[in-house]
């Protein structure tokens, strides 16, 4: 049976700090989604002054990072690049703030912000990865 690498409830925690002090250095008030490598939301952060609507956009970002194995910008760029037929694509938010999370080549789940522009969502969640080590 193979083995392989999970989030635990502590990287989460850790993930989600290091997402969120870089929120606040920027002071940025945003939603951080932490969803295992199905899409199944196991953290979720919601600052003051977020809105509901980022809280599901937050989660909707990191589930198409974690089920694809892809940044939620990369489909982004392919719809902007005339490949319109992907918003077809089922679970797909094809918006730039969603990352996979990856450990050991393996993909162990997804991070998504929202609440300010979409590049800066990225820098947030990207911080949070790298907290992971």
Do not use: F, Y
């Amino acid at each position: 049976m193979k083995t392989r690498p999970m989030l635990t409830l502590d990287d989460c925690r850790k993930i989600s700090a290091a997402a969120e002090a870089e929120a606040k250095k920027n002071n940025w008030n945003v939603c951080i989604a932490i969803l295992d490598d199905g899409g199944h939301l196991l953290h979720l952060a919601r600052m003051d002054g977020a809105s509901p609507a980022n809280a599901r956009i937050a989660v909707a970002k990191g589930t198409t990072a974690a089920e694809s194995r892809r940044s939620s910008g990369v489909w982004e760029e392919r719809i902007k690049a005339g490949r319109t037929s992907m918003l077809g694509m089922p679970g797909i938010t094809p918006v730039q703030g969603g990352l996979p999370i990856v450990v050991d080549g393996v993909c162990v789940g997804g991070i998504g912000a929202s609440g300010v522009q979409s590049h800066e969502d990225e820098q947030i969640v990207a911080a949070g990865i790298k907290a992971l080590g």
